[in-house]
């Protein structure tokens, strides 16, 4: 049985250097290494972001990138670089990450609405938090997102 994580929510010029290696070496093992697709994670919007972090016994098995409204989307913040190690998978980590985003969100930003960028076979997943698809399915490095919002007027905010 896994302990309970260490959730810890910093900017990036509060990370140590510990802290920035772990979150590289997760998210190019399974965003680079696992499906397989070569991209340039390195945006250029870490430096503006917060980065949620879920450590335990010092490995980072859980993360999400917290952007300010404006930085991906005008008139949206987001949640993007959502993943889990595999050594979580169907233990309901990704769905603690997800409440703990969304919960992050609110008190990083305020009740601002919410837009991501979602491999779409986890729309599924993204809607159980209340998110709606805006759009049809598009390609992004090679692999089929949908753009999903939660709490615009009119949006679910739920």
């Known amino acids: 049985m896994m302990d ?6 910093k900017h990036f010029n509060e990370l140590t250097t510990t802290e920035l290696y772990d979150i590289f070496k997760l998210r190019i093992e399974v965003f680079c290494v696992e499906q397989n697709c070569p991209y340039q994670d390195a ?7 917060y980065h949620l972090m ?14 300010p409204e404006g930085l991906s989307y005008t008139g949206y913040a987001a949640i993007g670089r959502v993943v889990t190690s595999p050594l979580v998978r169907k233990t309901g980590m990704g769905k603690l990450l997800m409440d703990k ?20 076979y986890l729309v599924k997943f993204y809607r159980s938090f209340g998110f709606i698809s805006t759009g049809e399915e ?4 090679g ?9 615009k007027k009119g949006i679910s905010d739920q």
């Open 138 to 141: 598009y390609l992004e490095d």
């Open 54 to 67: 879920f450590y335990n016994n010092k490995q980072l098995i859980a993360y999400s990138r917290l952007l």
């Open 4 to 9: 309970t994580p260490a959730i810890i929510s």
């Open 143 to 151: 692999i089929p997102h949908t753009k999903m919002v939660i709490g």
């Open 101 to 120: 985003s969304l919960e992050q969100i609110k008190i990083l930003f305020g009740n601002v609405p919410v837009k991501i960028s979602a491999q779409t």
């Open 43 to 49: 945006d250029g919007k870490d430096q503006q972001s």
